[in-house]
């Protein structure tokens, strides 16, 4: 099955700054990507998410880029906010037209902390 | 729309004890999934519905029943709780339709198991 790796598991930035969080996964059948934040007891929202076909996709202060070939991906803020503070996931699954993104594959997290 | 709703949000099991967490969305979404979250150890699958009538298992679906009768509900049975399923639990919903994947997810139920 699909193994997905977070890096790093922990993250500290000021507040201005960028923070780049890194995932790379097992499966090349895998093409769909989505990153969920998750801030402290609450559940997990979809932030940004791309699929193989695409290099980048950006939203904002957001981007994502993907790396087929070494079955990379990694999340990008820039001009990081407090608010911005909170645990990352990134996942993995395939994706076709009749829809297979019930079985997510997710990292183990990335707490960033965004210090003011 | 509630969109995904879970209850109960605590509960505190003894070992051996059974119990259903349960699992409702609105938004008429063919795909509905169950995960635990355990510290360090991100969201992993433990059953999943991709319709009425139909499931399967996940990567952790030891101890654990599902059933999907309607659209909207998909509940989770423990059967014999043990310590090692103290865990918050999230239920997702997507749908296949469209080109918009998201899977939403619920608030979660923490449960303890003594």
Redesign the interface.
Known sequence: ?ENVE?HP?TLSVQEGDSAVIKCTYSDSASN?F?WYKQELG?????II?IRSNVGEKKDQRIAVTLNKTAKHFSLHITETQPEDSAVY?CAASM?NS????????????TLLTVNP | NAGVTQTPKFQVLKTGQSMTLQCAQDMNH????W?RQDP??????IH???GAGITDQ??VPNGYNVSRSTTEDFPLRLLSAAPSQTSVY?C?S????GAY???F????TRLTVL
């Open positions: 099955g977070q598991s769909y989505p609450k559940r997990p929202q979809l998410d996931f994706w009749g829809g297979s993104n019930y079985k997510l594959t997710f990292g183990k997290g | 063919e795909y509905m999934s995960y360090g150890m991100g969201l992993r699958l999943y519905s991709v996940g990567e999230f997702a997507s749908s296949p339709a994947h998201e899977q997810f619920g608030p979660g």
